[in-house]
């Protein structure tokens, strides 16, 4: 099975490939079942169920070692999102100094997340090159508020969010490099659901991510989001980033059968209870400027027994592919 690349994701591949070519290992473990570890790894869960009902939904879903390390993983991009996100402080030196204690071998015992963070990526070898990746990511949003095209675009989803779904990857298992090219595409296919459902809140923050130069092609203009203006124009171009990102989740989704077979369900329902949140924009005419998109709870249940029946179908013969290959360069 092999992904087909559209010409924006070579360079995103490059990225994504060379972490593996030479891995950066955290430190050692947390003694397992030590009343840190209990400390830790609950603050991360209660992060994830404050703040991503889908996000801790799909992780319940898991095997419970594998559902603590999602959950660190998830705490770890929260508290870099919510740095950048505030409008109070020294963001670029909070972000700086958080970069520092997420990225150490031995955070303080008092820093919750970033303890919990690291046991993660010393159990299950994440290469730390895909953590500095995503906090590059996240720093340009202090600097970059405006795409071109979506091109440009695709670097950011690449470094917020395909980096995430590496990172899952050394947690659950994968089989091998032919994986990769589909997490990079459900990345993008994961950060263009945000950015489609977040326009207003992001317009606030003064940030605009659509593609600017898709916006002219369809006769709109920064005064039209700023106006909320939900006419033909931006039904149309709402219809086409849709179409788009329908596409992603489509030729992503495959590349859920070359992970761990025990933790294909979670992945599984996490994109696809995301791309119902495109069914809920269209629901409500593209309206995303005096309403935030969301699936509800009752609708993720009803959805649950499709995605099940949806992952036990894939691949059945890959039981729980692991990699773990990986070298010690400190």
């Known amino acids: 099975m092999t992904a087909q690349l559209d010409l924006w994701e070579h360079g995103l591949l490059a990225q994504a490939y060379a972490p593996l070519e030479n891995r950066l290992r955290h430190g050692a473990e947390l003694v397992a079942g030590s009343a840190q570890s209990r400390r830790a790894y609950d603050h ?8 991503s009902r889908t996000f801790f939904i799909a992780s319940s879903l898991m095997r419970a070692e594998h559902r603590r390390a999602i959950q660190a993983l998830y705490a770890f991009c929260r508290v870099s999102d919510d740095i950048v996100d505030r409008n109070d402080g ?19 015992s008092d820093d919750l997340v970033a303890l919990a963070w690291a046991d993660t990526c010393a159990r299950y070898h994440v290469p730390r090159q895909y953590a500095e990746q995503l906090l590059d990511g996240v720093a340009g949003d202090l600097e970059a508020t405006r795409y071109a095209t979506f091109a440009d675009l ?35 296919a994961l950060q263009m659901t945000n950015i489609l459902r977040d326009v207003a809140e992001d317009w606030r923050n003064g940030r605009l991510y659509l593609p600017t130069a898709e916006l002219a092609a369809f006769g709109l203009g920064e005064a039209d989001i700023a106006a909320g203006r939900r006419d033909d124009r931006w039904r149309a171009f709402m219809r086409f980033q849709i179409e788009r990102t329908r596409q992603l989740y489509a030729e992503a989704l495959p590349g859920i059968a070359l992970l761990g077979g025990s933790s294909r369900f979670a992945i599984q329902a996490a994109a696809e209870l995301y791309a119902a949140i495109l069914d809920d924009i269209e629901a409500h005419d593209y309206d995303v400027f005096s309403r935030r998109a969301r699936t509800n709870d009752s609708r993720k249940l009803r959805l649950l027994p499709g995605i099940w029946r949806r992952a036990r179908a894939a691949r059945p013969e890959l039981l729980e592919p692991v990699e773990r290959e990986h070298t010690n360069n400190e």
Do not use: F, N
Request: with cysteine; net charge positive.
């Open 44 to 51: 991360c869960r209660a992060i994830t169920r404050e703040h």
């Open 90 to 108: 020294d963001r670029p030196a909070d972000l700086r100094a958080w970069r520092q204690r997420s990225l150490s071998s031995h955070p303080g």
């Open 154 to 188: 695709s670097r950011y989803c690449y470094a917020v969010a395909s980096t995430v779904g590496l990172m899952v990857m050394h947690i659950v298992g994968y089989t091998g490099k032919e994986a990769i090219p589909y997490a990079v595409k459900l990345g993008v």
